[in-house]
């Protein structure tokens, strides 16, 4: 059973900085890649930034420059740095792992960012 668990989230204030990590366990044939998301109450899931097996990056353009995304192959882990943190960045943020076979998703943590 393929588990993610997330940490990190926790409250700051505006312009400051937090470091979020996901960390996979279980057997996943091949991971792809490796990203996460965030959702606010009321508003669709939206892409902060992935990473693909060949260390592909990609950005929501809310965060480009701000945010950096990594990952370590051994751990099976992916981190994200948030730095110049904005209220708006205040939402629950999913690590996303993507397999050959299937995708799966952590339980979600809470950021919220004070002004």
């Known amino acids: 059973q393929v588990q993610l668990v997330e940490s990190g989230g926790g409250l700051v204030q505006a312009g400051g900085s937090l470091r979020l990590s996901c960390a996979a366990s279980g057997l996943i044939f091949r991971i792809n890649a490796m990203g996460w998301y965030r959702q606010v109450p009321g508003q669709q899931r939206e892409l902060v930034a992935i990473?693909?097996?060949?260390?592909?990056?990609n950005y929501g353009d809310s965060v480009k420059g701000r945010f950096t995304i990594s990952r370590d192959n051994a751990k099976s882990a992916v981190y994200l740095q948030m730095n110049s943190l904005k209220p708006e960045d205040t939402a629950v943020y999913y690590c996303?792992?993507?397999?050959?076979?299937?995708?799966?998703w952590g339980q979600g943590t809470q950021v919220t960012v004070s002004s």
């Open positions: 990473i693909t097996s060949g260390d592909s990056e």
């Open positions: 996303k792992v993507v397999g050959t076979l299937s995708a799966y």
